[in-house]
C-alpha cells in the first residue's frame, strides 16, 4: 500500500502559479520591506529593522508536501493555504513597542490571525520561541501597498534578543543537527531563553524610567522656540516640534531629524520664527483633514507633509532623492499631493 502523498499535479499547479506570481512581481519582497519601513517611521516607532522575503520554491514545496496526523493534505489548496509565501519580520529594541506596532499594522492591514508565541510558551509553563505572528491582507487603503490588496502576508514581531535566540536555535536545531540533539543543548536553549526573557523585562523597565514623561517645558527650550531668530538643528528640532505642535505627535527615530533638517533647508527654512509659520493651525488642520492619517504621524512624516501641502509639485521636485529610497519617496508624494489637492 502506497504511502499517503500530496498529488503531484497539485505540486505542479502550485510551481506553475509561483513562477508566474514571481515573474509578475520580481521587486515584491523590496516593495513590500521599504513599504513597511517607511510606515514604521512615519508613526514615529521606535524599531531596529525591516525584513522581508519571499519563500523559496524549495521551500515552498516541502510546505506543500506535509500531510495532517491522519494522512490528508494540510494544505489542500497550497497557493492559497500557505499564508508565509512572502514573510515579513519588524525587530523592536524592547518589547513594550510591540502593542504600537499590532496597532499600527491593525490600521493598515486586514489582521487575519494573532499569535502571542511567547505567551503559549508560558502558559506551558517553559521557556523558549518567542515572537508574535500575524497573518495580514493588504487592502486597498494600505499606504504604499495599494496596488498589492488582497495580497495576504505573514508578519513576526520580536524583540532584538528574541530574535537572536531563535536565530541561533534554528540554526543549530533544523541546519546542523543530523539527528536528535544532545539533551544538554535542550537545556541550554532553555536556560537561554529564560535569560532573554529576564533580559527583555530589564530593557523594558530600562525604556519606562528613560522615556521622557510630559512636564513643563524647559525655560531655555521655551524661549529659544520663542526666539524667531534661532538656528534650527537636528538636535533641537524634536524639542521644537514638541513645544509648536504639543504632545500629540509621537517622536520620530532620532536619526530621522537629519533627514527633516535637510527638506527644510531645501526650502529655506532654518530658524524657528519660519517652522512656526510653516506649522501654523489652518495648514495643519488642512493636512490632517485631506490625508485623514489611518494612524497618528511621527514629528517628521507630519512637517513633511505640510511642506508638501505649502510647496507642492515644487516640494517633490526638491526632495523626492532625499533619503534611501527616492523611487519610493517620488511615488508616495505624488499619491499623498493628488489627495491634499482632491480635497481643496
Excluded: C
Excluded at 510551481?15 to 521587486?27: C, V
Excluded at 515579513?88 to 499600527?104: C, D, G, K, N, Y
Excluded at 521557556?127 to 505572528?133: A, K, V
Amino acid at each position: 500500500m502506497n504511502a499517503p502523498r500530496v498529488p503531484d499535479a497539485t505540486i505542479a499547479r502550485l510551481g506553475s502559479t509561483y513562477f508566474a506570481w514571481l515573474d509578475a512581481h520580481p521587486d515584491i519582497a523590496t516593495t513590500f520591506r521599504g513599504a513597511l519601513h517607511e510606515l514604521m517611521r512615519d508613526a514615529g516607532i521606535t524599531f531596529d529593522r525591516v525584513d522581508v522575503r519571499v519563500k523559496t520554491w524549495p521551500s515552498l514545496k516541502a510546505k506543500a508536501r506535509k500531510l495532517t496526523a491522519d494522512g490528508a493534505p494540510m494544505y489542500p489548496d497550497p497557493w492559497n493555504d500557505i499564508r508565509d509565501i512572502i514573510g515579513a519580520r519588524v525587530t523592536v529594541l524592547h518589547s513594550t513597542e510591540i502593542p504600537a506596532v499590532q496597532r499600527l499594522l491593525a490600521d493598515q492591514f486586514d489582521v487575519l490571525r494573532s499569535v502571542d508565541k511567547a505567551e503559549e510558551t508560558r502558559i506551558a509553563g517553559g521557556f523558549g520561541y518567542g515572537s508574535h505572528h500575524l497573518v495580514l491582507r493588504v487592502t486597498d487603503k494600505s499606504e504604499g501597498l495599494e496596488l498589492y490588496a488582497g495580497t495576504v502576508f505573514e508578519m513576526q514581531l520580536r524583540t532584538v534578543l528574541q530574535h537572536a535566540w531563535a536565530e541561533f536555535e534554528h540554526d543549530i536545531r533544523y541546519k546542523r543537527s543530523g539527528g536528535s540533539l544532545d539533551p544538554r543543548v535542550d537545556r541550554a536553549f532553555t536556560l537561554a531563553a529564560g535569560l532573554i526573557e529576564l533580559a527583555d523585562q530589564q530593557f523594558d523597565q530600562i525604556a519606562d524610567i528613560t522615556a521622557p514623561a510630559p512636564k513643563e517645558p524647559e525655560p531655555q527650550l521655551a524661549a529659544t522656540a520663542g526666539a524667531g531668530d534661532a538656528e534650527l538643528t537636528p538636535e533641537t528640532l524634536p524639542g521644537i516640534l514638541t513645544l509648536l505642535l504639543g504632545s500629540h505627535y509621537p517622536l520620530s527615530r532620532a536619526n530621522d531629524y537629519r533627514f527633516l533638517m535637510e527638506l527644510l533647508r531645501t526650502h529655506g527654512i532654518e530658524r524657528v520664527a519660519q517652522l512656526r509659520d510653516l506649522l501654523n493651525p489652518a495648514d495643519l488642520e488642512a493636512v490632517a483633514n485631506s490625508l485623514n492619517y489611518p494612524f497618528v504621524p511621527g514629528q517628521v512624516r507630519l512637517v513633511d507633509d505640510v511642506l508638501l501641502n505649502r510647496f507642492g509639485q515644487e516640494h517633490i521636485e526638491r526632495t523626492w532623492d532625499a533619503g534611501n529610497r527616492p523611487k519610493l519617496r517620488r511615488a508616495k508624494l505624488t499619491q499623498r499631493l493628488e489627495r491634499l489637492r482632491a480635497a481643496r
